[in-house]
């Protein structure tokens, strides 16, 4: 079996709804979960520290932030969020699709400054710190989501072009081909990797993707990612797996099978090294 509806890289989940495409909901790491895994979605995703400290990734760069910090991560850019050493992270995410603010037409605002920022062809510092104005445009927009006075959503409309202003005027960088190029060619192999993690897949086909060599893909990935391939591909088969057991009832050897283990023991082993217990044991502690 595959499990379709868990996309660990590409979300296509829906986050807001189409009336209205605008939604924020508070987190924690790792009291809801132990981390966010890299991944990527069409929406803006505006990431609040209320309490705590964690790590943020944003296009495979790692930032350290602290209470007050506000993290910006535009449509189709790779980003995770991490537990720093024992910390405990409480953020808001505030996401939405950036035809939020499109109008019909022929809109100069949108084609000029909005969908270059958005679509990250325009760059911007992602973390923002200490900027009073900011934090007092997300707590006024909070009270309007709290709220919900007639007409709300044409505030918020209005506090999201004036933090869209504050990003452009005060926080513009230089924009790296070389970063987006990188971040393109580590979202085709994660795509890659979501679809067929079931069947063989070697480096060498994985550097033919890339139109690279197999040696400098492996350099490639792991000063990427952080991780080997190999050790990236497993970690996620494992986590397949392990939604595997939470969801079905099928027997541990076709789960085994199905998440590309052709041998039963090495999972095992290796589910076990994950995550503490044999996958036998998993399925048991589940709710």
Request: proline share 3%; aromatic share 12%.
């Amino acid at each position: 079996m595959k499990l379709t509806s868990y996309e660990v890289y590409h979300e296509t989940k829906r986050h807001t709804s189409s009336e209205f495409p605008y939604n924020t909901y508070l987190c924690s790491i790792p009291l809801d979960f132990q981390a966010v895994n890299i991944h990527w979605h069409e929406e803006v995703e505006i990431i609040v520290i209320k309490k705590g400290e964690g790590i943020v990734s944003v296009d495979l760069t790692e930032y350290q932030v602290r209470t007050g910090d506000v993290v910006f991560v535009m449509s189709g850019q790779l980003h995770s969020i991490h537990q720093l050493g024992g910390s405990t992270m409480e953020y808001e995410n505030i996401l939405f699709k950036p035809t939020l603010l499109k109008s019909s037409g022929h809109d100069m605002c949108w084609e000029q400054f909005i969908s270059p920022l958005f679509s990250a062809s325009s760059a911007i510092t992602p973390v923002v710190r200490d900027n009073h104005t900011l934090e007092t445009y997300i707590q006024d927009i909070d009270k309007l989501c709290d709220e919900r006075h007639t007409g709300y959503q044409l505030a918020i409309k209005g506090y999201l072009y004036q933090i869209i202003h504050l990003l452009m005027t005060e926080y513009a960088a230089p924009l790296s081909p070389f970063v987006r190029k990188h971040t393109d060619k580590i979202k085709t192999v994660l795509s890659y990797v979501d679809a067929h993690y079931a069947e063989e897949i070697s480096i060498e086909n994985m550097a033919k993707l890339c139109f690279y060599s197999k040696s400098y893909f492996m350099k490639f990935f792991k000063e990427s990612m952080g991780i080997s391939f190999i050790a990236y591909l497993n970690d996620y088969r494992l986590e397949i797996a392990a939604r595997m057991l939470q969801a079905a009832d099928d027997n541990i050897l076709d789960i085994s099978s199905a998440c590309g283990f052709d041998n039963l023991s090495y999972f095992n082993r290796s589910f076990k090294k994950k995550y503490g217990v044999t996958p036998g044991k998993y399925r048991k502690q589940q709710p």
